[in-house]
């Protein structure tokens, strides 16, 4: 069915439903009840056609016709609408502050028709039913309102979740390639760096003949060019998810790493302690990354510079540091490209083991690089800086923050508001009591038989609310009015009427 037609059908179910109890009243008490249901509803009819556009402005057909059947909303008939459209606003317009406008004007209205009904104390009374009628309502279609959008954005989230795990696989495969491309290029690259470094280091050798040197500048200059090609290559495969620490071979020992950069050239002086047998699955092969990236980055960018290896085992902590002085002015450079990416990965590669990593100039010029390694089983890998989260989790979190101030405010909002309707009874009841103070005199002058438009003029504004504990029963088929005798007082003058005349009056005393 079209969302057109869903939706004209749900309005015509909503006005049978709010039309029937006045139909029903009419039919059971005819009369003025008849009247109030052939003009309500039509105008029902009105409201539930504009509900959608102005769901909050159409409120004010239900509420005029509560007024017109009572002051104090106390309306069987037409309750039922008042608080459909008021639930109904709260679930299309939940906007708060257009509903505390709207509210605050509606209370503020109903003071002054209170005061022309003569009937002050009904004022608190109306403040209540809008409450429960209006306020209650309408939070909790504001409620429904959040919680819905809260489902929908926990669909939405399925809906994208579904769809990128069929890209899971494809991105598995991609970091298994870039994985084994990092390998290629540590390892490799490792092995091309030694050897340009070694054929720097016989292009000086003076036991040479000229052409044999010029043989072996060219084949560093071979060796710097495939290097580059490697990183090139490699490059395009490389990403930082590559290292996860999965670890390619066997890691060599720091004696084994250190050697072998000494029979390439370089000037190593290592400074071991402790046992270095056992090691961690995780923790082996990353010390041997900590130094073979450290001595690969030392021969590039500071050829001929002296380099400290101190590799030390206390208890249950290892500890690494390769450091090397500033580049010999004297060492011809083995002309290696870099590719920026190496102290990054190696820093990932110490993480996942559990440890830390810190690279950086020292004040001599030189660079330094110390790993910090637990030399025990069941380390834990330290967590990444904090990562932002994706649009669609901060759009669930903002749904369901929602919903949970919405929950609040529909418990806390009715407190608030009948608090503040106990503080407006005090000054209330201080105005009504004022002016509804008949003096003794303004008695006296009253007579039996007088009209009652001829003693209307001389009482107050309001009579009491209701008769005082103690009044005797009234006279039959009279009706009588009680005024205070002085403020805050509960002695009271009694003034019964029948057939338009006053037929009695009397004092009501204070028990």
């Given at each position: 069915m079209d969302d057109r037609v869903r939706a004209r059908w749900y309005d015509l179910g909503l006005w049978l439903a709010v039309s029937a109890p006045p139909v029903m009243a009419a039919d059971a008490l005819r009369g003025r009840a008849a009247l109030m249901a052939a003009v309500g509803v039509p105008l029902l009819a009105l409201a539930v056609a504009a509900a959608r556009r102005w769901p909050l402005g159409v409120l004010v057909v239900p509420l005029a016709l509560n007024l017109a059947h009572d002051v104090e909303l106390l309306t069987l008939p037409f309750l039922p609408a008042l608080t459909a459209f008021a639930f109904l606003a709260g679930v299309r317009a939940g906007e708060v502050r257009a509903a505390a406008r709207f509210f605050g004007a509606t209370a503020a209205a109903g003071l002054p028709v209170c005061v022309l009904g003569r009937d002050l104390w009904s004022w608190p009374s109306q403040l209540l039913m809008l409450l429960l009628t209006v306020g209650l309502p309408w939070l909790l279609g504001r409620w429904w309102r959040q919680y819905a959008e809260l489902v929908?954005?926990?669909?939405?989230?399925?809906?994208?979740?579904?769809?990128?795990?069929?890209?899971?696989?494809?991105?598995?495969?991609?970091?298994?390639?870039?994985?084994?491309?990092?390998?290629?290029?540590?390892?490799?690259?490792?092995?091309?760096?030694?050897?340009?470094?070694?054929?720097?280091?016989?292009?000086?050798?003076?036991?040479?003949?000229?052409?044999?040197?010029?043989?072996?500048?060219?084949?560093?200059?071979?060796?710097a060019d495939a290097t580059g090609r490697?990183?090139?290559?490699?490059?395009?495969?490389?990403?930082?998810?590559?290292?996860?620490?999965?670890?390619?071979?066997?890691?060599?020992?720091?004696?084994?790493?250190?050697?072998?950069?000494?029979?390439?050239?370089?000037?190593?002086?290592?400074?071991?302690?402790?046992?270095?047998?056992?090691?961690?699955?995780?923790?082996?092969?990353?010390?041997?990354?900590?130094?073979?990236?450290?001595?690969?980055?030392?021969?590039?960018?500071?050829?001929?510079?002296?380099?400290r290896v101190e590799a030390a085992r206390?208890?249950?902590?290892?500890?690494?540091?390769?450091?090397?002085?500033?580049?010999?002015?004297?060492?011809?450079?083995?002309?290696?490209?870099?590719?920026?990416?190496?102290?990054?990965?190696?820093?990932?590669?110490?993480?996942?083991?559990?440890?830390?990593?810190?690279?950086?100039?020292?004040?001599?010029?030189?660079?330094?690089?110390?790993?910090?390694?637990?030399?025990?089983?069941?380390?834990?890998?330290?967590?990444?800086?904090?990562?932002?989260?994706?649009?669609?989790?901060?759009?669930?979190?903002?749904?369901?923050?929602?919903?949970?101030?919405?929950?609040?405010?529909?418990?806390?909002?009715?407190?608030?508001?009948?608090?503040?309707?106990?503080?407006?009874?005090?000054?209330?009841?201080?105005?009504?009591?004022?002016?509804?103070?008949?003096?003794?005199?303004?008695?006296?002058?009253?007579?039996?038989?007088?009209?009652?438009?001829?003693?209307?003029?001389?009482?107050?504004v309001f009579d009491r609310d209701g008769a005082p504990e103690g009044a005797p029963e009234e006279p039959p088929g009279a009706q009588c009015a009680y005024f205070h005798t002085r403020l805050m007082s509960d002695e009271a003058y009694r003034l019964c009427f029948s057939g338009g005349r006053l037929v009695s009056r009397g004092v009501v005393p204070d028990l």
């Open positions: 929908r954005s926990g669909w939405r989230l399925a809906d994208r979740m579904e769809r990128e795990q069929r890209a899971v696989a494809d991105r598995t495969r991609m970091r298994e390639r870039a994985r084994i491309a990092s390998d290629m290029h540590d390892s490799l690259g490792h092995d091309l760096t030694l050897l340009a470094v070694r054929a720097a280091a016989l292009e000086v050798d003076r036991s040479l003949d000229a052409r044999q040197q010029a043989a072996v500048g060219e084949l560093r200059e071979a060796a490697l990183r090139e290559i490699i490059g395009v495969l490389r990403t930082d998810e590559a290292v996860d620490g999965t670890v390619q071979g066997a890691a060599e020992t720091p004696e084994a790493v250190v050697e072998r950069a000494r029979s390439s050239g370089l000037d190593v002086a290592l400074e071991q302690r402790g046992e270095w047998d056992g090691l961690p699955p995780m923790v082996g092969p990353a010390v041997h990354r900590v130094l073979q990236e450290a001595l690969t980055n030392a021969a590039k960018h500071a050829p001929g510079a002296p380099i206390d208890g249950d902590t290892l500890r690494v540091t390769v450091a090397n002085g500033p580049a010999g002015s004297g060492a011809p450079s083995p002309g290696l490209a870099s590719g920026g990416a190496g102290l990054v990965g190696l820093d990932e590669r110490v993480r996942l083991a559990g440890g830390t990593l810190r690279a950086g100039a020292v004040a001599d010029g030189g660079f330094e690089v110390h790993a910090r390694l637990p030399a025990v089983e069941g380390a834990v890998a330290r967590e990444r800086g904090a990562v932002e989260d994706s649009l669609s989790v901060r759009e669930l979190q903002r749904a369901r923050k929602r919903v949970r101030r919405s929950g609040r405010q529909a418990v806390l909002a009715p407190l608030a508001v009948l608090a503040g309707i106990c503080v407006v009874l005090l000054p209330v009841s201080l105005t009504s009591s004022a002016l509804s103070v008949l003096d003794r005199e303004g008695f006296d002058g009253l007579r039996v038989g007088e009209t009652r438009e001829e003693v209307a003029e001389r009482l107050p």
